[in-house]
């Protein structure tokens, strides 16, 4: 068999977005609503919350979710071998999340329990709120784990799991990997919240981490330019800030380079950083100078968030004048 490009390896979640005319509902129904930012919710308040949402707001999508699944799916528009590696519930949801992934390697998805959901929700002026209620992906088994898939990629792409057991897997099963696959990390906020030395085993493996400037912050409690300097003392060679409409700063042990950003009309920002990963990744697998992997991310970034949840994914285009941008 041909040998993937990039594997993901992370939550494999239902993601449904809602639109809501004032992210103020959500406080309003004991709810703690920062825009910008993930929590993490008990089970059992997926109903209350689902039931609110559906009499104040608008569903405008239903997605196929989880950090490394969207990067997985983004890298094969870009015309990459991709795949998948986690755990998906053993029903309908479960069903359909993986229908949202045609086409990539589904060889190493371990089908068990309920699908793990995360609700988005998007405020009129785009500030958004993302509620995630965790799944069977909290309860991966180390013997699960398909290291043949992992191990027969050429990069593995890691995204936040929710508890120390499915990181701690995620840990034992980098450090399994030959030298030659390359390891990438997304900490996402669930693990940036934990802190750097909590991560030091992951780190220590990491080639790329990827992460905003406010999760750089939290994994440091440093602002994000010293913090991604310090960093990359924990094991990564590179290390992407990611800043939103103000672009992106690539940070090396030798140079620092800018990212200028690619203006475009928002109508959603879910899973534009996992996009953007898609793109700088791409053009890491492709041999091209970082400079140019992160204009890659840039435009692919932009090219997203055109449209709610994968619609806008873009294509193999991005790579298009790559020279020239």
Not at 81 to 99: N, Y
Not at 184 to 208: C, K, M, N, Q, V
Not at 282 to 300: D, I, N, S
């Amino acid at each position: 068999m041909t040998r993937l490009d990039l594997v993901g390896f992370g939550a494999l979640n239902l993601d449904l977005v809602y639109r809501v005319a004032d992210l103020g509902l959500l406080w309003r129904a004991g709810l703690e609503a920062i825009p910008g930012r993930e929590a993490v919710l008990p089970r059992e308040e997926l109903p209350h919350v689902l039931a609110l949402l559906s009499s104040e707001g608008r569903l405008v999508a239903r997605e196929g979710g989880g950090s490394a699944a969207n990067t997985a799916v983004a890298c094969a528009r870009l015309g990459l071998r991709a795949g998948v590696v986690g755990r998906v519930g053993a029903d309908e949801d479960g069903d359909f999340v993986l229908r949202t992934m045609a086409g990539l390697d589904l060889r190493g998805v371990v089908r068990a329990g309920r699908t793990g959901c995360s609700l988005v929700v998007l405020g009129p002026e785009g500030d958004r709120c993302i509620f995630v209620f965790p799944g069977t992906d909290w309860d991966p088994e180390p013997a699960e784990v398909d290291l043949g898939v992992l191990g027969g990629a050429r990069l593995v792409h890691l995204s936040s799991l929710v508890g120390p057991g499915p990181r701690l897997v995620q840990q034992e099963a980098v450090a399994a990997l030959p030298p030659e696959v390359v390891v990438s990390l997304d900490p996402g906020e669930i693990y940036a919240r934990l802190g750097a030395a909590a991560l030091e085993g992951l780190l220590r493996r990491t080639a790329f981490l990827l992460a905003t400037a406010e999760e750089v912050a939290m994994l440091t409690g440093r602002e994000w330019e010293e913090g991604a300097r310090e960093l990359l003392g924990f094991g990564p060679e590179v290390v992407v800030v990611r800043r939103g409409a103000l672009g992106a700063t690539i940070f090396t042990a030798r140079r620092e380079w800018a990212v200028p950003p690619v203006p475009a009309e928002v109508v959603d920002t879910t899973g534009a950083g996992d996009v953007f990963n898609a793109g700088f990744l791409a053009g890491v697998l492709r041999g091209y100078p970082l400079e140019v992997c992160g204009r890659l991310a840039a435009r692919a970034a932009a090219a997203s968030l055109k449209g709610y949840g994968r619609t806008r994914y873009p294509g193999p285009e991005v790579f298009d004048g790559r020279n020239r941008i």
